[in-house]
């Protein structure tokens, strides 16, 4: 071994310094993590810096070996460190990177639109919930009906126009899309045969109808009350319960005579103008009062196809439209805003 190829510690000691100082320039500079790999191997590597120094060790004497491979393992620490930390920053720097590329956080945040009651269902519970308050429990009846209970029972005549096809749809001869939540009753009465029934039940019914107060579907809420001696004046307090609680407690209702097939006196129903207050406006067309239902004394041939004796029982009954009443209520012109889901008029409610 020739003299020169001696090394002598000191220059180790130089060499691990020198080491540790262009490691952490290096790290310190970069902004790849190939650039730090790159250091990691020269340094760390197999054939890296201080595995070439840690192989001279074998030359030195115990003492000095003892003391240079201490130096040369801290060297080795203070560099690992030194390049984990260097990893942790590059990482950092690219997460944020991503981040602020796509979210910005100083934007305002996105409320979430809360969802509510269409307004029918907003009128239809309404409806019911002061018909509930009068003691009239909810039953249901299928939309899809016989003709014995949408027509026979309720003393439509069979040649009644409300059976013509232009006004009803039929799946057959026999069966019909309801036009009328009036079936209703005669399910009713025939299946409960004890008095006394106070019923309400709201549903679709079905007619080729439309225009921009008509729908083919829409909606109904009848009312039925039986019991030994109902009058008149019952169906009276009732209905004026109605439009005081579903309008407003200043609200009036006329009786008008009118015909229908299952009740026995009729009447056509109006109420006292909201907007005017009876005194004439456009809403009102000048007449102070506006129609809003269909009731009277339930006809003894109903009772009959009921299974009641006439001479027994008698009842009111009556017949609201759901649609009707919220447009009136909303002051709604075009019926067919309740079914074209455009949120600018389903927020209003
Ligand atoms: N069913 C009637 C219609 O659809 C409304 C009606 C009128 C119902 C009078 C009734 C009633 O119960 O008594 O036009």
Known sequence: MRDDDLIKPSRVKKDLDKLRTEAECLLKEAVSRDEVEAVRIQSLGKKGNISQILKLMGQFPAEERKELGKLANEARDFVEDLIAKSFERLEKKARQKTLSGQIDVTLPGRKPQQGHK??????SEKILNVLQNLGFDLVQGPEIEHDFYNFEALN??????A?????????DKDVVLRTQTSPVQIRTML???????????????????????????FHQIEGLFVDKSVTFSDLKGTLTTFVEKVFSEKARIRMRPSYFPFTEPSAEVDM???????????????TGFIEILGAGMVDPEVFKASGFDPEKVSGFAFGIGVERVAMLKYGISDIRHFYENDLRFLAQF
């Open 191 to 217: 299946s409960l045969k004890e008095i006394p029934i106070r019923i309400a039940s709201m549903g679709r019914v079905y007619r080729r109808d439309q225009d921009v107060t008509h729908s083919p579907i």
């Open 156 to 161: 439509v005549p069979s040649d009644h126009p």
């Open 272 to 286: 006292s103008c909201f907007q005017c207050d009876g005194a004439g406006c456009r809403l009102c067309k000048g």
């Open 118 to 123: 269409h307004p029918l269902t907003l009128t």
């Open 163 to 171: 059976r013509e096809m232009q006004d009803t749809f039929y799946v």
